[in-house]
């Protein structure tokens, strides 16, 4: 069974960081493209970033741009997001999703994180 399983989210004040980790296993992890999505209450679903399998591409919503980094250690079988200078907007729950490759529609998603940007 696949299964993604997030980490890291929390209560942090606006302009601090947090690093997201998702670890996923059932699936061989190095031949798929990672991606972090997020939603907010009453909203979609929305691109947050993504990662090629080997960690040679990233590519990110405009929103988060220059302030969260994706990346993977695909010895750990772990995707993780850095969010630096985080706003109240970005307050969602963060979601971990692999798929075959960039742009894939398809794919597994895990349960979620909650991060809350809030004074």
């Known amino acids: 069974q696949v299964q993604l399983v997030e980490s890291g989210g929390g209560l942090v004040q606006p302009g601090g960081s947090l690093r997201l980790s998702c670890v996923v296993s059932?699936?061989?992890?190095?031949?798929?493209?990672m991606s972090w999505y997020r939603q907010a209450p009453g909203k979609e679903r929305e691109f947050v970033a993504v990662?090629?399998?080997?960690?040679?591409?990233?590519n990110y919503a405009d929103s988060v741009k220059a302030r969260f980094t994706i990346s993977r250690d695909n010895a750990k079988n772990t995707v993780y997001l850095q969010m630096n200078s985080l706003k109240p907007d970005d307050t969602a729950v963060y979601y971990c999703?692999?798929?075959?490759?960039?742009?894939?529609?398809?794919?597994?998603w895990g349960q979620g994180t909650q991060v809350t940007v809030s004074s």
């Open positions: 059932g699936i061989t992890f190095n031949r798929y493209a």
């Open positions: 990662i090629s399998s080997a960690g040679g591409y990233a």
């Open positions: 999703k692999a798929a075959s490759h960039v742009g894939a529609i398809d794919g597994y």
